[in-house]
């Protein structure tokens, strides 16, 4: 089989989450056991971060990816789902698999595959463990899929588990309460494995700490220790003054990372870095970091303590690494659809949060942004309660209600409809790129244009 012969037998065979849904969940790892063993077990000859959480998980691990890759380690990440193409899944230093490689792997392995039939997650991620191996990588991040006590990425053992935060999401599989979901999160916890914490909630917070006891683990919630405010933008990055409110730590000695400026400091290890300001507490310092969403804000914090947790661990993460892999994320990993700015005059925005927690934060991102009037070109999946993120829309703005090309996808008259009983009112264009373009047309240059509603509707974007 060529590629596009490879990838038609993996969407046809292969049940596939973000095409079918529930169809394709499986609540138990004997698949992802088999295939593994089959593989001859990569997942026990890698080094590698977990990284699990409601929303966070992929800005988080594509971050830390960018500071491994900066501080000169061979660095694989894993995320999911991919926007363009397949291959996005599966990276090694910001470079996608190659599509002779899927090829190869899919050949090496058809007759098992075809045998075993395994979903198509549980076979990226047999995929992705390979290819690290093979390519021997010093570490790789490895974001989970959906929950973590039974999703296909969690055979391995890390060095560090990451849960950015607990919302309500995917609750047909993961509970209906956040203690429900956060117990599913836990489950990425391992046996004297340090595990961080992004956001501390009080709900959750007890199920973490409980689970991190039986299993010996040390647990840090970063909220704690870490402070991180949004100063200003600039070019498209974030600036932030961040400040290291644990003492005890002593982790500015080896944490006084700053954004570029005309003046250059010897810190304690005598690295060159350079300092915007010279701060007055030595535990405050800025930075620059290249994902724009106000919301990077809580994800921010977690990824400092990891890299905090990773360097008592003995990796060599330094300085201007942390600076350099933060400032250019995007860059380093290729990351998309994090709050991205697709054009201006009028200025349109994407983002890819689509639950309940995310567009709480989109929409108060929305509200610093000065504008004439505010347009929505939404499409969302059908699969989710989503009257929630409905109720909190703003009835006052324009509305494009569209539909991705899958069969999860909510159709975009039964959205409109949905959307009418809250008051929302628009314009049904199914196309996304067709919904894009009508309210191009119809907005003036003062407007804002915002599309997202799902990662379905992103990843259709023609022009991301």
Known sequence: MNYQETLDYLYKELPMFQRVGASAFRKDLLSTILLCDHLGNPERKFKSIHVAGTNGKGSSSHSLAAIFQSAGYKTGLYTSPHLKS???????????????????????NKSFLDDLKPSFFE?????????????????????????GNFD??????????????????HMQFL???????????????????????????????????????????????????????????????????????????????????????????????????????????????????????????????????????????GWDLPDESVSEGLKNVIELTGLKGRWQTLSDNP??????????????????????????????????????????????????????????????????????EKALSFGLTGEIVPDINEALAFARKNATEDDLIFVGGSTFVVAEIEEL
């Open 86 to 108: 397949f291959t996005e899944r599966i990276r090694i230093d910001g470079q996608e698999i190659s599509s002779e490689l899927v090829v190869q792997f899919v050949e090496e």
């Open 123 to 147: 076979m990226t991620v047999g995929m992705a463990y390979w290819h690290f191996v093979e390519q021997k990588v010093d570490i790789a991040i490895v974001e989970v899929g959906m929950g």
């Open 152 to 169: 296909s990425t969690n055979v391995i053992t890390p060095e560090l588990s990451l849960i950015t935060n607990i919302g309500y999401d």
């Open 175 to 313: 509970g209906d309460t956040l203690p429900l979901i956060a117990g599913e999160k836990a489950g990425i916890i391992k046996t004297n494995i340090p595990v961080v914490i992004s956001e501390t909630h009080e709900e959750t917070k007890e199920v973490f700490i409980k689970k991190a006891q039986q299993m010996n683990a040390p647990i840090c919630f970063a909220d704690q220790k870490w402070k991180a405010v949004k100063i200003y933008e600039e070019d498209g990055k974030a600036k932030y003054k961040v400040e290291n409110c644990d003492s005890k730590l002593n982790l500015t000695n080896e944490s006084n990372w700053s954004v570029e400026t005309q003046s250059t400091a010897t810190d304690v290890s005598n690295r060159s870095v350079e300092t915007q300001t010279t701060a007055k507490n030595e535990n405050t310092f800025d930075l620059t970091f290249g994902l724009n969403g106000n919301y990077q804000r809580y994800n921010l914090l977690g990824i400092l303590e990891s890299v905090a947790q990773m360097r008592q661990l």
């Open 347 to 416: 200025t349109v925005i994407c983002d890819t949060g689509h639950n309940e927690a995310g567009f709480r934060e989109v929409l108060s991102q929305l509200e610093t942004y000065t504008f004439a009037k505010l347009w929505l070109v939404l499409g969302m999946v059908q699969d989710k309660d989503i009257s929630k993120v409905l109720s909190m829309l703003p009835k006052k703005a324009n509305y494009v209600f569209c539909e991705a090309k899958l069969p999860r996808a909510l159709p975009a008259d039964q959205l409109a």
